[in-house]
Structure formats: C-alpha cells, structure tokens
C-alpha cells in the first residue's frame, strides 16, 4: 500500500542580519565555526536518489564565505606572482600552451599548408595503378613505358588536387605538359645521357606543377616538396585507406568477385589459345611483359617504387609546402660609389678582353699563334673552358649586385640598370668568343659527347643573360619562371636533336674532308649514330658498327625500346656489317659472333704474332687509306 507523502515543513523564519560591531565576527563566519548537524530521515520516508534532502540542501551555502577566494582568482594571483618573480632571471617567462598552439618550431611550419581531406577513391586507384604499371612495363629498357606509367601519376595528382578544392591555372598546364614532353624523349633517342637529362627534368617540372609558386625559392625548392611529401603521404594515403575500408564493408564482393572471375578466364583460355597457335603465342609474348618467379623481388621493388612515387605526387597535389611564403630579405643598400666602382671596372677589363678578341678575329690566327707559340689546337682548347667559368661567374656577380643595389631613387636605378646592361651585353660577346673556340677545337679534335654538353651549356647560359636583360627592362616578376623554361626548353632540344647522332654526323663529315676519324669512339655511341655511320666505306662501317649491331640482336618489348633502336635495325638488317678483325685492328679472338666456339676453330689465341704484319711505330693508315 502506497504511503502518503509528508507535508512539507514549514519555512523558517530567520531573524534579520544585524551589523556587527567593531571587533565582533559576523553571524555567517560564526555560523561557519559551528559545526552543523543533519536531521535523521525517517526510515518510513525514504529519500530518492536523485533528490538531494533537505538537510544537506541547508548545509549548502547560498554564496561563497566572505573573505574567501574564487579558484580562478587564486590562479590569476599566482600566475602573477610568478611573473613578478620569475625562477630564473635571465630567461623570459613564457607560460604554458597546449601541445599545436605554440610558436613556430621549425621553418617548415609556415610553409606548411592545413592537413588535406582524405584522398579520394579515384585517387586511390590510380595510386595502385602506377605501382603495377611500373612493376609490369619498367622491366628493360626505357621508353614509351615512361608515358605510360606517367599518365595514372598525373590522374592522381589531379585528383587529389581537386577534392582538395584547388584549381588548374595556365602555368600548371604549361609545366604538366612539358613534363610530358620531356618524357618522349626516352621513346625517340637512344643514348643514355639525355635521357637521363629528360627524366629529372620532368620530375622538376611535376614539382612545379604541383606547388604552383612563382618566385626563386619555388623554383628551387620545389623538387625537395616531393622528398617532403613521401613520408607524410604515406600516412595520409593509409588514413584514407583504412577509413574507406571501414565505410565500405560489404561493398567490395560484388566488385572483387567478377574481377578475379575475368582474370582466371583470360589467364586458362589465353593458355589454351597460345598453345593451339605459335602466332598467337607470339601476338600475346610481344604484348604481354614476362613475368616469373625469378623476377619477383624485381618486380616488388619496382611496384614499390611506383607506388610510393605516386603517393608523394598526390599528397603534393593536395596539400603542397608554399615555398613563396619563405621570406628572402634583401641585402643592405649599398652607397653609389661602393657598389658601381668595382662593376665599372670589371666591365673595362670585358671591353679590352673583347677588344683583343676582335683583333685577333679581323687579323687572323696566324699572327697571334706566330706570336704565343701555341698551336691551332692549343689556342681552341685553352681558351673555351676559361671564358664558361667566366660566364658562370659573371651571372654569380649579377646576382650579388642585384642584392646590395642601391634603391632609394630613380637614379639609382637608372645607375643599376647601365652598368648591370654594360656587362651583360659585355658578357654575350664573351659567350660568343667562347663559342667560336669550341668550333675551332672541334675543327681540330672532332665532336664529342663532352664538346657537345659544354656548347649546349654555354648557349643556355647566353640565353639566360637575355633573360636577365629583359627583366631590367620589363620587370623582374616573371624572371624565375623564364629561367626555369628556358633550361626545360633546353634538356627537350637538346634530347630531340639527338646528341649521338650530331656527333656521329660531325666526325663523317670531318672524315670526308680530312680523312681523319676516330674508329674506337664512335664505337662507343648509341643506335643513334647508326644512319651517319652507315655512310662510312668499309671496312670502316662495319669497324663502326659491330657491337651496336650484336646489342641490337636482342629482342625487345614494344614498350621498353626507342624509335631510334628500331630504325637502325632497319638500317642493319638492309645492310649486314662485314666483319673483318684485321682490318679494325683487332685479333681473332676478338669475334663477337655468338656461334664462335673455340673447341672446333682450333687455338683461340691463334699461332701468329700479332705484331708480325703489324708495326706500332709505322705511320701507314691502318685501314689501307693511301
């Protein structure tokens, strides 16, 4: 039977506070020393537990003591005491912050844009794509395959650049596509060396896609952005990873079943195909990459390699460093007198350097080696490799003096214009004198991958100095974007003239003029020189060609050889190279023919010395030219 509640008690009726007297503690502090005393609850009337009882409400008090203080006051005391009194003098007080709000500790924390959203699913998928691109078609040889696997890697950077909410501008476009420009290369030029060139040319201009900034420390800081975003894209590649597994449960059976479902079906009836038929196994060979157990860790490194690649690309796509916001102070303003003086003179030394070049250029040659002692060929050589260092550090000088250049007024720079122009127009006659010596040594010597680097380098550099020109002119906003199309511009002309082949097609044309050639050199170029060293008589043709033509014997895939390899077995399969070792100056055992066996052809050392018929000292052409 349910009990009736208890009528509530009467309220108490409290006398008025009355105002102590001098001396006397007040009613509530004399309150507070006594010790009070909570009513016992009947047992019949039991309190609820979310009800608190009327005793201990009573014991509450309705506000704080007088005299006491408040937590936060307390605090605030504190810290000021500690302030005034710090524990150690000659330090600056600094309180405490939570952990991510403190200051800058690094100078990558400004550069640093916020954390990106999670990558996407396309993202994801063309990250997985380019690791099993390159773990298939980066097998041999480098060519088309390059294009290829580039093609998801860029996807991915676009894709997670524009869930990151960025947008394409014009100079994104022109670096993406001169990245890829950069990579045909590989598929049209054999040789090594431009190659390489393209390749890291291509990355640099990825990076300058990717972070997008447009002053020096962009320019040459960005690549770096890309080492910066391997070890942060990989965790932000696994974040997204794991939350896309976790939203996706049930989701991924319906895909993966009909996936592997179409794999077992090509990999049994394609079997069952290139066994029934030699030309369609052929067909399926030339398409298809050769893949073995042998080659697994191969493969596996190579699938890393892309992967992680295009996790740095993407992770920079989203969230790429600012390298615009690292701050570049300008050097101290230099007086008038201090700055132009040393310019002036180091541009009357140019004037009588050039003037000296021009005499010699309208009085000839003849005079002045008559006069030096050296001969045609010292003079070409000694001068070239003197006037590139003098070009290199004359675009170190410029650069100095831009820094500490007086800029107060209109005449200063009117002064820094006139003298800086003076020694860049000085220093254009400089690159052109340099570049007539390299003619007459090549004249002398012969064209070598080394004459032909250093040219292609000091027409950079003269070009770099218009540049240079220009901005005076026009303003210095778009120089570092020039200067870094310009070397792009370079490495992709230089790569498509097809460096080997110029030098191959120089050294005929000397021979046809002078009879002079360097045989073992030019068997050391690429299947690029094969079309101008077909034009040489024999036996010298096949001297020429007979290790290219034993390199080229292997067969290839499709994707991982060059236009250039192709043509000279063209070449080499119209005409067949006449091996003849005596006349190349080599011995017999020196065949490079595969079905050689020196089991059944007798001594392979031979019986006969090779110096019988041969003197070291003759000057007879060894190769019967008269």
């Known amino acids: 039977m349910a009990t009736e509640p208890a009528a509530a008690a009467p309220a108490e009726v409290r006398p008025a506070a009355q105002k ?149 501008r014009p100079w994104t476009l022109v670096w993406a596509l001169g990245g890829l ?58 974040k997204s990873l794991r939350a896309r597994a976790e939203g996706s449960r049930g989701r991924w059976g319906p895909v993966l079943r009909p996936v592997l479902v179409a794999v077992v079906l090509l990999v049994v009836f394609g079997a069952l195909f290139a066994g029934a038929d030699a030309a369609f196994a052929d067909l399926l060979g030339s398409l298809m990459p050769d893949v073995s157990l042998e080659q697994a860790p191969w493969r596996f490194a190579l699938f890393l390699l892309g992967l992680f690649g295009a996790i740095a690309v993407a ?98 720079r009117t002064l820094v214009r006139s003298v800086l122009g003076a020694l860049c127009l000085l220093t254009l006659v400089v690159v052109a004198s340099a570049l007539r010596r390299m003619d007459l040594y090549v004249d002398a010597y012969g064209l070598t991958r080394l004459r032909i680097s250093v040219t292609a380098m000091e027409i950079w550099l003269g070009v770099v100095i218009v540049l240079i020109m220009a901005a005076g002119v026009f303003g210095a906003r778009l120089l570092p974007r020039a200067v870094a199309a310009s070397a792009a511009v370079a490495v992709l002309g230089f790569g498509l003239i097809s460096p080997d082949a110029v030098i191959a097609q120089s050294n005929v044309d000397r021979f046809e003029r002078t009879g002079k050639i360097d045989i073992d050199y030019l068997d050391g170029l690429s299947a690029d020189a094969v079309p101008a060293l077909d034009r040489l008589p024999e036996p010298r043709r096949s001297c020429a060609l007979v290790h290219l033509e034993r390199q080229l014997r292997a067969e290839e895939s499709w994707y991982g050889t060059s236009w250039s390899r192709e043509r000279a077995r063209e070449i080499l399969s119209e005409r067949k190279v006449k091996w003849i070792p005596d006349a190349c100056g080599m011995k017999s055992r020196d065949v490079l023919d595969d079905d050689y066996d020196p089991e059944n052809d007798g001594d392979p050392y031979g019986t006969t010395d090779p110096y019988e018929t041969t003197d070291p000292y003759s000057t007879a052409d060894p190769y019967g030219a008269p």
Do not use: C
Not at 30 to 37: E, L, W
Not at 184 to 211: E, K, M, Q, R, Y
Not at 357 to 370: C, M, R
């Open 20 to 168: 102590p007297t001098e001396g006397e503690p007040s009613q509530a502090a004399q309150q507070s020393q006594q010790p009070q005393q909570a009513q016992p609850v009947p047992p019949s009337q039991p309190v609820p537990p979310s009800q608190p009882s009327q005793a201990a409400q009573s014991s509450r008090p309705s506000q704080p003591p007088a005299g006491a203080q408040l937590p936060q006051q307390a605090q605030a005391q504190a810290q000021a005491r500690v302030q005034a009194q710090p524990p150690y003098p000659h330090v600056a007080y600094q309180p405490w912050v939570p952990p991510g709000q403190g200051p800058v500790n690094s100078p990558l924390d400004k550069l640093r844009p916020p954390a990106p959203a999670r990558a996407t699913l396309p993202t994801l998928w063309a990250i997985l794509a380019t690791g099993l691109l390159t773990a298939l078609l980066l097998d041999g040889g480098l060519g088309v395959n390059l294009l290829i696997i580039a093609v998801p890697a860029v996807l991915a950077a676009g894709f997670a650049a524009r869930a990151a909410g960025r947008r394409l």
């Open 315 to 412: 992770r920079t796509g989203a969230a790429p460093l600012r390298w615009d916001r690292m701050e570049v102070k300008p050097g101290r303003a230099r007086g008038r007198m201090e700055w132009a003086l040393p310019l002036v003179v180091l541009n009357l030394l140019f004037a009588a350097f050039i003037t000296v070049q021009l005499t010699v250029l309208f009085g000839g040659y003849d005079k002045v080696l008559k006069e030096t002692g050296l001969t045609y060929s010292e003079y070409a050589r000694q001068g070239f490799w003197q006037l590139l260092v003098a070009t290199l550090l004359t675009l170190l000088v410029i650069g100095l003096a831009l820094r500490w250049a007086p800029r107060s007024d209109a005449r200063d």
């Open 181 to 238: 420009a950069l990579l045909a290369v590989p598929a049209l030029v054999d040789a090594g060396w431009p190659t390489f060139l393209a390749i890291v040319s291509a990355l640099a201009l990825t990076a300058f896609a990717l972070h997008g900034g447009r002053g020096w420390p962009s320019v040459l800081f960005s690549p770096f952005g890309l080492v910066h975003s391997l070890g942060s894209g990989t965790v932000w590649t696994w």
